[in-house]
């Protein structure tokens, strides 16, 4: 191979351009001073009548002419006619001036051309190809094959031998200087391509460098927010299914703690006066001193959470030693950053989230974005626990409610009907002997028991089936006496009412005094349980009128 090391392409074209401008620069300067050469040359050939000689000079000459000034000609084409020009004058000058003349200098250029032009590969046959060339001709003189040149004196006194020498010294002279000369040119070029080319390359790795940190970076920050966002939506799941508030703020300050590797986390809760935010969830050790001290901080005072209860809104401190509006807590020495998050929905204040990290600048606005996220539902859930605890309350009373409404209805029907028992005896029976009983209480929905009902055999096994049959016959009779009760209790009220409106028609249309208070008492003593009835007026007092008393006459 001609090279040990592969160029690559743009290496490649820089090298042949170099090799073209030496090759033009080779052709004109052999063109220009091979005239003068060519002149003294073909003067001395006519005097000696060396025909041939001329004819093979003219030859040369026009030959280098056109490929000088036809650049059409392949790059191939017109250096191996530079070297074969190089290469023929070498035998032509040692024939005619031997070892005093210029065939070593041609063919020393023969060898430094074919390097230049062509590669080490090219100069390395041609210096083989020389050192032949040399060897053959030295063995021609040596064996009279070739005739001796004329006598030393008489060539130097020869004028065309000095101007051949002189021509090809100069020649060799001018094309080593312009070559070395583009080929300096030529490395510097290269040299200062290869600087930049390494300048950009350090600038490309440097921007790669950088651009891979930005995108660890980001990947770390988007891990962050993924972690972020799962965890969000651990405490939306936690919120949906904790209904104690006590239980679902503890959980909630664990999960948070947890995931977003925090120091500490605490939950605060407003008082029904809003003047205090008291502790009421709090992670590790801290906390449960805290709460076990009532830690409690002013709404609005000179605390980032009673700033954030009373402003509603976030505060964030990337350096607690420079926050002016903050409580030192010594339960928390290692806090570096904080964060402030207000519980509310609209305008209601519910309490805030205190944040806080062992690191400084731990927070920034997407950390505050999704952690208020947070705030909002757990503001809700806690909105939603209260609203279920005055449901629970409220229902808890209706149903209390209820239960005395039905117990006085009943006590009232066993009083108004004092035959609420019936009994029914199977003839097919035991009539006598010992027996067993079972009693199935009468069970409203409420477990509010009505009745019983007592069943006598006379064995005592029953039967799974046996026992939920009863049970649940007895469950229904219970709901039928009570739809009972209430139908009939409708129908009393309807026709208590019913009552009223004819006795308020019957007011309306009597106008005489003694008449409408004859028609009162009357009407009142048909009530059940009414014997006597009398109306005393007297004149009316500011004072509150007193409600029905029930007197014993004597």
Known sequence: MENRTALSPFHVDRVQEWRER???????VLLGVGLAMYI???????????????????LAYVLVAVVTFVRRIPYLARAATVLLVAYLLAPLSLNLYGLGGDGRVWLLFFVIFAAILFGRRVATGALVLSAITYLVIAQF????????PVDALTRDANFSSWVNTGVAMLFVALVLTFSIGYLVQGFNRTINDLEQTLAAERQLATDLNREQTELADRSADLERRVG????????????????????????????????????????????????????????GEAGQKMMAENHRLSVGGSSMVGWATANRQARIALDVGQEAIRFRNPHLPLTRSELALPLAIGNNILGALSIQSSLPEAFDQDDVTVLQGIADSLA?????ARLFQQIEASLSEIRQLNRQYVEGSWTTLAEEQSALNVTF?????NKG???????????????????????????????????????AVGNQAALALESA???????RRAEREQALNDLTSRFARTLDFESLMQTVVRELGKLPRVSEVSIHVVPPTDSPAPEPVAEVEE
């Open 380 to 384: 809700i859930a806690l909105e939603n």
């Open 22 to 28: 030496i090759l033009q620069t080779l052709l004109y």
């Open 141 to 148: 003189f040596a064996s009279g094959m070739w005739p001796a």
């Open 425 to 429: 005896e199977n003839p097919a029976g």
């Open 433 to 471: 002997g010992s027996g067993f009983s079972l009693n199935v209480p009468l069970t409203l929905r409420d477990e509010q028991v009505i009745g019983n009902i007592t069943l006598e055999t006379d064995s005592s096994n029953w039967s799974s089936e046996e026992l939920e049959f009863i049970e």
């Open 228 to 283: 972020q966002i799962r965890t969000a939506a651990e405490i939306s799941r936690a919120i949906g299914t904790i209904l104690d508030p006590q239980e679902l703020l503890q959980r909630v300050a664990e999960l948070m703690l947890n995931r977003f590797e925090l120091y500490y986390v605490g939950v605060f809760t407003v008082d029904e006066r809003g003047r205090y935010a008291s502790l009421t969830a709090g992670t």
């Open 40 to 58: 003294v040359n073909v003067i001395a050939f006519v005097r000696n009548e060396n025909w041939l000689t001329i004819v093979f000079v003219t």
């Open 485 to 491: 009760r209430l139908l009939e209790d409708t129908q």
